[in-house]
């Protein structure tokens, strides 16, 4: 039979008779292990897999195995490339939001690419023209990353975008998250991604052990004496749950497989159930199997629920408690009535029971407590398996269906709409059962009456419809939350990694052509170094000889020239020549003093010259020039001079006739006369001797005495008349002698000089040291954008390798999605 649960078109193989090998072989590969998260079996297609798989004639068994299976390998592979976006973007890249307008995106460096910028463009254009030919997926990706740009309060653009990773950034203004993670630097937006991943990997363990959880609860239920532990007995082959015709099944009993109590056939009665543990015998009591009757049917309070660990003899394909995909528990509830019926509806609501099974009388139909808990019910879990046993006692049995069926629809629409699956009319005391120690349990009896053998079929068909239901109900339960789940985080995933990858790519491609033209402009800026370095040396050089030509020639012809600087200068007469000789010497000092400065000027003019050529030479270097101070450059008093050459009396008289005949006659007269006689005879005194002798002294003192005093009052007039002149060129003399001799011109142009170059060194210092940062710096840039070229490469390469990645899933995901519809109602 097939079912509408199932593929439309498929082949449907369970059937519950060993007469089905292929069922067999199909479900026993599966086996405990089909849904472990380890191995996949041989026959479950890689998560890789294309729509090929899609052809797979699934059995309703094995498409849920299948189904997770695949899941249970991508949540694998979801949190693993969870886990490598942690570790990215703690160490390597800080991953960003799409937040998305691209204009404010930022780079790994922190750089935000202004609106203008190329590089939005570039991301823009990247992200729509990259990777072809498009594929779906893509084709989403881009769609979400370009949908268009809310209105600027809206704070809702990064939630179109992202469906589980979006950071919750709302102010509780009306800011939008943009605006918000604006304020928050890289580092904390990388936390915040870093928790909500972690959250992320939380929700996939639960998702994951969900899937991988191969236990099912059915609660059965219905009124007092329905049947139910009859049906459960007929679902077990075997008499476990006590069967009386008055009321008595008083407690909850869970029927589960004897494996999950290490294969020990036992019954444990529980007080707390919370607190039950198979492995601790203190939370629980173990009650013999033939001691069940009294305890179930005493009424007792004392335990609130059984759990009845029995083996299902039959096999895989047959059980219905273990049957190699689904571990199911079946539990069977008190008959409903005004005492149990808040507390049956209490259970039936717990999440772990996958589905419902109502069992009603075809005798008595539905009773009030019934209806109430059915619609109560069926709000829960939508739908409903709903078994009208004892069907055999009805003679009229159309009419039974019908008037059945119309409560059906009263109490739970979506049941009756499916009623062909969901509503089975059976008789439980048609199927055989083992009884004692009788291991050999016939399907069917011997040769069964007509009668009998359709009832057992209607009860397979019963036991097929219910697997199925079971089945879709848990991957309803079970595994669609985990697609959903993974559907939405893959996009996520894929958004970031598109959008990361992008401006990776962008940054990288920055990043190279900087070190491209960092290689250029270092090359430019070592030869600038050794270029200009050369150059400001010249101009210091230069500089250095125009200062020290400049000042020994200002010095030299001042000192050469220095009598004249007096020539102007009033002689006061005899009675201050003491004074007059003093002025004369200050004057000349001062005039020597006065070309010092000047050339001081000059040089102080030609070093601000020359610094100003070296520091504009250097002017692209980056970093403030150092300022150099030239106005105490010279500041040394320069009359020391003054101190050293002093006035003396010998100045006043000029001994030096040779200079002096042009000047006067009678000097010349007077010392013609003397040069005269002594030129014939021997030298002056012995002339003037001779002279005594021929005269006579006495007349010599006569004639000799007065000329003696008029040639010495001539000479006194005279010294007397010359004395500015002589005074002049005496001291005049004196200061060229004393300066050469300390050699005052050198001297003073070496000071000069020096203090200039000084100042201009300070000029290059500065020049070179700035050429040193700036390629200190340069070097310093070309490694920081080596390192981002790099961490943008590799980053570049993750996302894409991610984005293949999860390009696969979402396809996995998709051929799903498919087989999922194709499961739905
Ligand atoms: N004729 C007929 N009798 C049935 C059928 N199923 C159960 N019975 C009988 O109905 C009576 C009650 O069966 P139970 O299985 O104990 O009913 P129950 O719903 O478990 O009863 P409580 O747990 O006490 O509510 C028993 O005498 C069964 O033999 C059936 O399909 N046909």
Redesign the pocket.
């Known amino acids: 039979m097939s079912s509408s649960f199932l593929p439309a078109g498929r082949n449907v193989q369970i059937k519950f008779n060993s007469d089905n090998r292929n069922t067999d072989v199909l479900i026993n590969s599966l086996s405990d292990k089909a849904v472990s998260t380890t191995t996949p079996p041989a026959i479950i297609p890689s998560t890789t897999e294309s729509h090929a798989s899609h052809s797979f004639k699934f059995t309703g068994s094995h498409a849920f195995a299948h189904k997770s299976q695949k899941l249970l390998s991508l949540l694998r592979d979801t949190k693993s490339i969870l886990g490598s976006y942690r570790e990215v973007n703690r160490e390597k890249w800080h991953i960003q939001y799409p937040f998305i307008r691209l204009n404010k995106a930022q780079t790994s460096t922190g750089r935000i690419f202004p609106k203008d910028d190329n590089n939005l463009s570039s991301i823009s254009e990247r992200i729509t023209m990259r990777a072809e030919p498009l594929n779906k997926f893509r084709e989403q990706i881009r769609a979400k990353l370009h949908a268009p740009e809310p209105d600027m309060s809206s704070s809702q653009e990064s939630i179109n975008k992202l469906n589980v990773l979006n950071l919750d950034l709302k102010n509780g203004d009306r800011s939008s998250a943009e605006n918000v993670v604006e304020k928050l630097d890289k580092s904390s937006v990388a936390t915040l991604l870093d928790e909500r991943i972690v959250q992320s990997i939380k929700r996939i363990e639960n998702l994951s052990s969900r899937v991988a959880d191969t236990s099912s609860k059915v609660l059965v239920a ?1 009124d ?7 049906f459960v007995n007929a679902l077990l082959r075997r008499e476990i749950m006590p ?3 008055q ?3 008083t407690i909850f009993c869970e029927v589960l497989n004897v494996q999950e109590n290490s294969n020990k056939e036992e019954i444990h009665a529980i007080k707390n159930i919370e607190a039950y543990n198979r492995e601790d015998k203190n939370t629980y009591t173990k009650i013999d199997f033939a001691n069940l009757f009294d305890t179930i049917s005493s009424g007792t309070e004392e335990y609130t629920q059984l759990k009845v660990y029995c083996k299902d003899k039959r096999k895989a394909q047959q059980s219905l408690l273990h049957n190699g995909v689904v571990d199911i528990a079946l539990i069977d509830c ?2 409903l009535n005004r005492d149990t019926l808040k507390t049956t509806a209490l259970f039936a609501r717990q999440e772990e029971i996958d589905v419902i099974v109502f ?1 009603v009388s075809a005798e008595n139909h539905f009773t009030l407590s019934a209806k109430e808990f059915l619609s109560n019910a069926s709000n829960e879990k939508a739908y409903l398996f709903i078994v009208v ?2 069907f ?2 009805i003679r009229d049995k159309n009419k039974c269906k019908r008037n059945i069926l119309e409560q059906i629809k009263e109490v739970s629409p979506r049941t009756h709409e499916h009623s062909k699956d969901l509503v089975h009319f059976v ?3 048609a199927i055989p059962i083992e009884s004692g120690n009788d291991e050999s349990i016939s399907e069917s009896p011997a040769s069964p009456h007509t009668s009998d053998r359709q009832r057992i079929e209607d009860f397979q068909s019963l036991e097929e419809s219910l697997r199925n239901f079971i089945l879709k109900k848990r991957s309803k339960s079970k595994l669609a939350p985990a697609q959903y789940y993974l559907e939405n985080l893959v996009s996520d995933i894929g958004v970031l990694a598109e959008f990361n990858g992008s401006i990776a790519s962008i940054e990288a491609k920055t990043a190279l052509k900087e070190l491209q033209d960092g290689e250029r402009s270092f090359e430019r800026l070592c030869n600038d170094e050794k270029c200009i370095g050369a150059k400001a040396e010249k101009y210091v050089e230069e500089t250095c000889d125009l200062i020290v030509r400049f000042t020994k020639q200002r010095l030299e012809h001042a000192i050469s020239e220095i009598d004249k600087s007096v020539i102007n200068i009033k002689y006061p007469g005899l009675l201050y020549a003491w004074a007059f000789a003093n002025d004369v010497r200050d004057i000349m000092l001062d005039e020597i003093s006065k070309e010092v400065r000047l050339s001081e000027e000059f040089a102080k003019k030609e070093t601000a010259l020359c610094i100003s050529k070296i520091q504009s030479s250097g002017e692209n270097l980056e970093g403030n020039q150092r300022q150099i101070k030239l106005d105490k450059m010279y500041k040394r008093d320069h009359n020391i001079i003054s101190n050293a050459i002093t006035v003396s009396l010998s100045d006043f008289v000029d001994l030096n006739f040779d200079k002096n005949v042009n000047d006067g006659l009678s000097i010349i007269g007077f010392s013609g006369c003397t040069l005269i006689a002594v030129a014939t005879r021997l030298d002056a005194f012995s002339s003037l001797w001779k002279i005594t002798n021929f005269i006579g002294f006495n007349n010599l003192r006569k004639i000799a005495l007065p000329m003696i005093l008029i040639a010495g009052g001539i000479s006194v007039a005279y010294i007397v008349s010359d004395l500015k002149r002589s005074l002049t060129r005496n001291l005049a003399r004196k200061i060229q002698q004393q300066l050469a001799q300390s050699q005052y011109v050198d001297t003073e142009t070496n000071r000069i000089v020096r203090q200039g170059r000084k100042k201009m060194r300070l000029a290059t210092d500065d020049l070179r040291t700035r050429f040193r940062h700036a390629v200190e710096e340069e070097e310093k840039k070309r490694i920081v954008t080596k390192s981002i070229l790099t961490k943008s490469e590799e980053a570049a390469r993750f996302f894409e390798e991610i984005f293949s990645k999860v390009e696969s899933m979402a396809n996995t995901l998709d051929t799903l999605g498919h087989e999922w519809e194709d499961m739905d109602d």
């Open positions: 219905g007092v004496n329905a049947g139910k532990s009859t069967v009386d015709q009321p008595c099944t008190p008959g069992v046993n004892r055999d006692n008789t439980s005391t």
